[in-house]
């Protein structure tokens, strides 16, 4: 197995407050991506990272906050968590450009905002 | 820009049974395609992929897809489902040059006994 680590694996959280998830990796690939699911939609790309402080918007970018200040390490950030963020977060990397090449997945964070 | 369909949301197959989920994508290019499965609670796995040459490929866990590029699908194909197989199945479409994936919404498979 790709060495993901996603932190926490469950949090639940009031409306309004900061939340920020953790993706840690031993695999020293360049990329890495945070993907939300929820169900009817998918997997839908929130933000990547293509390298140390090198990152991207993704389809549903809106309320969410990246950083990545070491290879081994991407952070998502929601400023100010509401109901519509409940969901399951996934961490994935790649060794290079992600359209053409496997993606590894962390186990997930499920996230529940009330 | 590039999309995926998965037509099924749901379907039931009978243990033994042969499988068929299908796969539709949009790309103006040459594309990549994968299958992905999540078990329950898991993240997502690799069952194969396809880049170029031979049409059929051949992945992990007795599964198989074939590219046909005149019809724009990459269905997912198993002769005989174990009660193991019970997932979700995800396809997912990408390119040279791109650096991310674009992901169907899912196809959950039951399998009855």
């Known amino acids: 197995d790709a060495g993901i680590t996603q932190s926490p694996r469950h949090k639940v959280t009031e409306t309004g407050t900061p939340v920020t998830l953790r993706c840690h990796q031993t695999e020293n690939h360049r990329y890495m991506y945070w993907y939300r699911q929820d169900p009817g939609h998918g997997l839908r790309l929130i933000h990547y990272s293509y390298g140390v402080k090198d990152t991207d918007k993704g389809e549903v970018s809106d309320g969410y906050s990246v950083s990545r200040s070491k290879t081994e390490d991407f952070l998502l950030t929601l400023e100010s968590a509401t109901s519509s963020q409940t969901s399951v977060y996934f961490c994935?990397?790649?060794?290079?450009?992600?359209?053409?090449?496997?993606?590894?997945f962390g186990q997930g964070t499920r996230l529940t905002v009330v | 820009a590039q999309s995926v369909t998965q037509p099924d949301i749901h379907i039931t197959v009978s243990e033994g049974a042969s499988l068929e989920l299908r796969c539709n994508y949009s790309y103006g290019a040459t594309p990549y395609l994968f299958w992905y499965v999540q078990s329950p609670g898991q993240g997502l796995q690799l069952l194969l992929k396809?880049?170029?040459?031979?049409?059929l490929v051949q992945g992990i866990k007795g599964f198989e897809a074939e590219f046909k590029r005149s019809q724009s699908s990459f269905n997912l194909r198993k002769p005989s489902v174990h009660w193991s197989d019970a997932a979700e199945y995800f396809c997912?479409?990408?390119?040279?040059?791109?650096?991310?994936?674009?992901f169907g919404k899912g196809t959950m498979l039951l399998v009855s006994p």
């Open positions: 994935a990397i790649t060794p290079g450009q992600g359209g053409n090449t496997e993606a590894f």
């Open positions: 997912a479409v990408g390119g040279s040059g791109y650096s991310t994936l674009t």
């Open positions: 396809y880049f170029s040459g031979d049409t």
